[in-house]
């Protein structure tokens, strides 16, 4: 069981900068390929960004601006968030999956955390 808990969300304007953080409560952290996907009120659910061993991927409404990095000695994965747009308005969660499965899918995740809020203004 892996149990995430995101945090660095909150009330930024239009061309600001957040850091978004999630941490793991497991051991074998570093064996997991970690995502991000956000929300938006009457959405689906949106992929981020991803990373699996040395790759990492993007998705197009994001690519350039945000970038995603982790520390295994922390159990930890970060969203750097640039360039802030209202559009970029959603809850974030974050994903754990231990498989090969497409890493952009968010049902290929196994393990979700609760979400963080991400409110851009204009």
């Known amino acids: 069981q892996v149990q995430l808990v995101e945090s660095g969300g909150g009330l930024v304007q239009a061309g600001e900068s957040l850091r978004l953080s999630c941490v793991a409560s497991?051991?074998?952290?570093?064996?997991?390929?970690m995502g991000w996907f956000r929300q938006a009120p009457g959405k689906e659910r949106e992929f981020v960004a991803a990373?699996?061993?040395?790759?990492?991927y993007y998705g197009d409404s994001v690519r350039g601006r945000f970038t995603i990095s982790r520390d295994n000695a922390k159990n930890t994965v970060y969203l750097q968030m640039n360039s802030l747009k209202p559009e970029d308005t959603a809850i974030y969660y974050c994903a754990a999956q231990s498989n090969f499965a497409k890493i952009i899918e968010a049902r290929t995740y196994e393990y979700w955390g609760q979400g963080t809020q991400v409110t851009v203004s204009s």
């Open positions: 497991v051991r074998t952290f570093s064996i997991y390929n």
């Open positions: 990373i699996r061993g040395s790759l990492i």
